[in-house]
């Protein structure tokens, strides 16, 4: 690599300046403004300079073919702490741990690769150097943007509930339960204190969340509680009182069992193997989560994002899978609703308006146009959404 312009970089300020270097200004960068998508990533490297040497390289020696490397060194399986003895806090003694062999996804090797990418732009446009990029000149993985739509059951969410060892049964039921009711993130779960949940009000609010750095407001982002969420804050909090004789401390966490999220992930696993289910992880409860509320609200979008905190149609459309009964029954529930819309009409003393009219057929089309914008990558539900409509007009 080396510096595409004459200024006198390297002289002063960025001679020998290296990956390592960059990664720890951008890490200083993210905490000050607040954004967590890729800290770990960051923790990542920073603790692995020996595994990975190039870091340390400066910035006017780095060539692709060291970027190249590093590719092929991420996707290579590694070793972690795993089993059951280790999740239940057994055989913490170091060199008893059981071990286990593990693979990165294409998408978490390309974050990385994205991440060494961002490291030099952010030198060049926030420190005022002019580094080559040449991160941006390697192939990424293909067929790693493939969108993930795993569903949880009512079944398997039982079951797993089900593998939960007892003595840590009753906040970690209460903490998966609340993350299916309300579709929030595993961070967002595990922050949740007292004082963030309203239920008198339906209120959510959260201080720290995924995307807090775009907040248009300070104190965080407020969602709507959906009514199951609002009936197990309501129950949680009788049993404190019951338990405790007093009202919860507002800035107390509700789910306090474990002190790190992490835990909850790995109990979450282990659960869903020993029920004999595969390709399942904590996070799947929030697809399943908004997949549901968008139903509720019948694929409103303004509606589903007041309480899932997604921020953009095409954030919110990665998690909301509508199935084909889905679509059927959305639809069935549309018609019905219009016939008797229609036969209130006709049974009134005058005839609706004009602008009554020209009203109840935008609120069809506009619930009809969140429907196919929900599916619109989804092949099936296309093909069942086009019969639909097929049929209709021969009827009329």
């Known amino acids: 690599m080396k510096l595409r312009s004459s200024r006198d970089h390297g ?14 200004l951008l890490d200083l960068h993210y905490r000050a403004e607040k954004k967590t998508s890729y800290q770990g990533y960051i923790n990542f490297l920073l603790q692995n300079l020996e595994q990975f040497p190039f870091l340390r390289l400066p910035l006017e020696e780095l060539q692709r073919s ?3 490397k590093f590719r092929k060194d991420m996707q290579a399986p590694y070793t972690v702490p795993t089993g059951q003895a280790f999740l239940r806090g057994q055989g913490r003694v170091k060199g008893k741990r059981p ?11 390309n974050k990385y690769i994205n991440l060494l990418s961002i490291v030099i732009d952010h030198l060049n446009e926030e420190h005022d150097s002019d580094f080559e990029n040449v991160v941006k000149t390697v192939r990424k993985l293909k067929g790693a943007d493939r969108k993930r739509k795993r569903r949880v059951t009512d079944d398997e969410f039982a079951a797993i509930l089900s593998h939960i060892p007892a003595q840590d049964a009753s906040d970690i039921v209460e903490f998966f339960t609340f993350s299916l009711n309300q579709g929030t993130r595993r961070q967002e ?13 339906y209120r959510l609010t959260l201080p ?21 969420a609002c009936e197990q804050i309501q129950r949680l909090r009788q049993h404190y009182k019951a338990v405790h004789g007093r009202a919860p401390d507002p800035e107390a966490r509700i789910f306090t069992r474990y002190q790190t999220e992490a835990t909850y992930s790995k109990i979450f696993a282990r659960a869903a193997r020993e029920a004999g289910l595969q390709d399942i992880r904590l996070h799947d409860l929030r697809h ?5 509320i968008a139903r509720d609200c019948r694929y409103n979008s303004t509606l589903t994002k007041s309480y899932t905190g997604h921020k953009d149609e095409r954030s919110l459309a990665r998690y909301s899978h509508a199935s084909p009964r889905d679509i059927h029954d959305t639809v069935q529930q549309l018609q019905v609703q219009n016939g008797r819309d229609g036969q209130a009409a006709q049974q009134g003393s005058s005839p609706p308006s004009d602008t009554a009219v020209l009203e109840a057929d935008q609120k069809e089309q506009t619930a009809l146009a969140n429907l196919i914008e929900c599916i619109r990558n989804d092949k099936k539900s296309k093909s069942l959404l086009v019969n639909f409509f097929t049929s209709l007009s021969d009827s009329l």
């Open 11 to 24: 002289s002063v300020k960025f001679c020998g300046m290296t990956l390592e270097s960059g990664l720890r």
């Open 66 to 68: 060291d970027v190249t």
């Open 99 to 109: 071990l286990g062999e593990k693979t990165r996804s294409r998408a978490t090797v």
């Open 189 to 201: 779960t595990f922050n949740l204190t007292w004082g963030d949940v309203d239920p008198a009000n």
């Open 208 to 228: 720290h969340h995924k995307t807090e750095a775009h907040d248009d407001e300070e104190g965080g982002q407020i969602r709507t509680l959906t009514r199951t």
């Open 288 to 292: 399943e989560a908004t997949t549901r």
